[in-house]
């Protein structure tokens, strides 16, 4: 039996929106082991982003909790769920989210920098994701000078580039199309196989879910299918 | 790490290569004005001062007043000063000596070429001593004058310089003063004063005889020495009555002046300080309003670059970074337009210096800018910068990821 590395334990989140209070999520319990590849499978607006927030340190639930390596993270401070996210956390998102000030190279060093990793371990590191996204010869492209699915590879190597317990991938694919969406897949596939990553996927597509190896599905910030 | 949060900074500002200048033009027209005026004004300060300290604190000058054209002091006034003021003054208690001081503006020839000069005259006698000391008088080349040195000169340290009469003087050379032929006794030693280095001084008796016109017995200035420093202001107070009774008039309504050259020095002293304060109250203005541009575009680069700073916190950095990062932005925004102000500060000051020596001929127009002016103006900058982003950059900091991520621009 694997290790637990993500327990979220009947975590709500409410929004106020003027006067409205809403539930996002309301009573998501939910266990990730080492080693899965989970998906988080939902319609829009049912939670599955804000289930994310979660699990990625991005957000604190307004009840409940949320374990990371049985850390209980859910009371920490912003500073401190930072440093959490920059040494387990990996993402990836749907928008790329690259700076585009910086090249290809230097996105995927900038964790690294905020680690205050070596110059020389870093650069090297930098150059090996590059060449397993298969990006080697493109490190001083800026992103605008890349094509989407190329950004999304850059991204997927930023995300690897402190060895995180868990990538966090947020409709990886959504900006791109079909074909170049699958490669993407296929290298989040190679990453989990290869070294052995926790890979949690959010996505509202069944397609895309069935990439991973289980897959939950969420309603109205529940689970519906899927076991916790 | 710090390198490369600078290089990031750079980077950054670099991207918006002219949102970054014209912040930067704000804040440097306001360091380079203060740089300017400020090392103008002291220069001016310390010319000024220049023309004084060749004379003691012990010391005070008596002159008519009223009527003030242009002309050597004491001369075209309504009631000049009597030459039997003099004994009355020295009667007073704490007064050392008193000298009757003869001046005249007249000509100076010397090879083929002429200037107008004022020539003073120096007393015969055991005052003679006395005046010597309280100018301070020494001969760089030849001598001082002695009794009984008729038609015979002793010229300022400035007329040995060939830019005079395209040739410099040297002791017994001969000069016409007035077109009556002069020996030159001797060149005075330099005091960084352009009216004593322009002097020109002969004995009292050839004064009176052969400059002046023969029934003028105004005197210029009455030059007074008193016995002790510390009674200076009681020593002038009684001069000033003696004044009043013998020249009739009020107090209040004194048609003269009796003055130290240290009083004088303090007047125009805060007169300049007047001018400098009013000039870095302007230049202040000009600062805080760069600084409110910083402030600005710090504000506009938090908002724009909102999704970044999310992206920023997801990955890893803590709020002190993101805080850090803008800081040095705003910080750099506010050093290199610092440098380029003290850059031109230092143009425009030398600039200005040299076109007013040229067109005005005066060593009152001059720069004086210190290394701790110029560090003072970068530091300042520096941090002018650093202050005007702390706000924008605070709010980076507190950005929620969450929040920021979603930000559409």
Redesign the interface.
Known sequence: MKSTIIKLDNVWKTYKMGDIEVHALQGLSLEVKAGEFLAIQGASGSGKSTAM?MI?C??IPTKGRVYLESQDISRLS??NL??I???KIG?I?QQF??????SAMENI???M????ISREERENKAKELLNIVELGDRMDHKPTELSGGQQQRVAIA?SLS?DPDVILADEPTGNLDSKTGENVMHFLQKMHKEKKTTIVMVTHDAHLAKFAQRIVQLKDGKLIRGRK | ?LK??FM?SI??LA?RKLRSWLTMIGIFIGIAAVVSLIGLGEGLRIAVTSQFNFLGSDVLSVQASGLNLAGPPGTAVATPLTDDLKDKILKINGVDAAINRYIESGTLEFNDRQTIGMAMSIPEGSERKILEDMLNLKAEQGRLLKDGDNKKVLLGNSFKEDDIFGKGIKPNDRVLINDISFEVIGILEKKGSFLFDSAIAVNEQTMLNLIREADDTDVNVIGVKVKNVDNIDNVKENIEKLMRKERNVKKGEEDFVVESPQNLLATLNSTLFAVQLFIYIIASISIVVGGIGIMNTMYTAVLERT??I????????????IFFLFSVESGFLGMVGGIIGIIFGLLLAYGLAFIGQITLGSDLIQAHITSGLIIGALLFSFILGIISGIVPAYQASKM???EA?SFIK
């Open positions: 927030n990625g991005l957000d912003e500073s930072a440093q996210r920059g040494k993402f998102f989210n690259l700076v585009n000030t910086l060093l900038l964790p920098i905020f680690q205050n930023r402190n | 790490m490369d949060y990031f980077k950054n991207k999704k970044e999310g992206i920023m916190k997801a990955i890893g950095a803590k709020n002190s970074v929620q990821p969450v991520l």
